[in-house]
């Protein structure tokens, strides 16, 4: 399959703005080809001149890192800046639709939202698994995107390899494999198998294991034609160039992400275990992610109460599969302790109430 055939039409035929940093890239000379101040900055006289757009730099250790070639990858102004550039490249407004399996990340649907694209559904099953079946059922010709998160937010479980493989290899048109959280789950992303899907883009983040949300960086990996594209559409510099140093510091000490997971991980296990042996609890479901779903009574309430002593977690429970649930991300050990004992005198306030 060759993927660019599913362009829209006029985005196949564009020609990119080519900025000044694309005419020339070497470094060294003297640069009167981009407007900047010759002055400098007062801040740290070193931000007056415009970032490297495609950040080269970033890519070639990432490519090191993920075993991919740098021009398999594309950096976005966080991963939703890719899930948005994805849907205005292959769904024409008023007239395409994206594909979600319910319950998932809000980003597909308010960015398919934005671009007036339409958006069809089918849900994930009981146990949050894609129902290859009935997805299959519900492809029409307008349907463009696929968009798989695994392991999924808000529901925390990785989905089965084989359902994944299948719906990649059988749906006529792009399909997004959402690895946000993989790096907390052992299961190995599917950028090593991009080679044997044409329409796969996967995409991960530095948000979440890489603990640097406030940066705003996020990957997609997929082959080299889907990924001009990307560069073709993106703001010419959607990076700045003080992110994309943080992210290089970050880069270079990529040795201390495994620690961080591992941290992250036996925390997890820590909370989990006091949820399960709290009474208050009916479920909590296994989680691949850095949060875990938690299905207990009076959701709403339990919510409030945890919120009126400062503690916030996510309400779910309005959510399609996860009625009475709420999504509690993993904190530092005294982070998760003091939820916990909010959570216990919450739950038995509440307890003693409805009684
Ligand atoms: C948090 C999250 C992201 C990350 O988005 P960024 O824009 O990179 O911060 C992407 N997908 C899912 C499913 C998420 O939960």
């Keep these: 399959m060759d993927i660019t055939a599913l362009l829209r039409p006029h985005i196949s035929k564009l020609s990119p703005y080519s900025s000044a940093r694309d005419e020339y890239s070497g470094k060294e000379g003297i640069f009167l080809d ?4 010759p002055f400098g900055d007062w801040v740290d006289g070193q931000y007056h001149r415009y970032p490297d757009p495609y950040q080269q730099a970033i890519k070639e250790k990432l490519s090191t890192l993920k075993r991919i070639p740098a021009e398999q990858i594309f950096l976005g102004n966080g991963s939703d800046e890719a899930i948005d550039l994805l849907i205005r490249a292959f769904c024409e407004p008023n007239q395409d639709e994206v594909l979600l399996l319910p319950p998932t990340y809000g980003m597909y649907e308010v960015s398919a939202g934005i671009n007036a694209v339409g958006i069809r559904r089918v849900p994930l099953t009981a146990d949050f698994q894609p129902d290859v079946a009935a997805i299959q059922a519900a492809i029409s010709p307008k349907t463009k995107m696929l968009f798989l998160c695994s392991p999924n937010n808000p529901s925390g479980n990785k989905m089965e390899r084989k359902s994944l493989r299948q719906l990649i290899r059988e749906f006529p ?21 991009l080679a044997d899907f044409p329409n796969l883009v996967v995409i991960q983040t530095f948000s979440k294991a890489w603990g640097l949300a406030n940066l705003r960086v996020g990957m997609a990996f997929s082959s080299v034609a889907l990924i001009r594209v990307l560069n073709l559409i993106k703001p ?11 992210v290089l510091q970050a880069l270079d000490q990529a040795e201390l ?18 949820l399960e042996a709290s009474d208050f609890v009916q479920k909590v479901f296994p989680s691949h992610a850095n949060f875990l779903l938690c299905k207990l009574p009076h959701a709403r309430d339990v919510y409030e109460g945890l919120l009126k002593q400062f503690i916030i977690v996510r309400d779910r429970s309005k959510v399609l599969l996860c009625a009475d649930c709420l999504r509690i991300s993993v904190g530092t050990r005294e982070e998760n302790e003091a939820f916990l004992a909010a959570f216990e005198q919450v739950a038995s306030a509440l307890a003693a109430e409805k009684l």
């Design 34 to 37: 981009a407007n900047e101040n």
């Design 173 to 193: 048109g792009v399909v997004v494999v959402d690895e946000a959280y993989s790096d907390f789950s052992d299961e190995p992303s599917f950028i090593s198998e």
């Design 257 to 274: 992400l495994e620690r961080r997971v591992a941290d992250m991980l036996a925390e997890r296990a820590y909370l989990e275990r006091a």
């Design 236 to 246: 010419p510099y959607n990076i700045s160039g003080l992110t994309q140093e943080k």
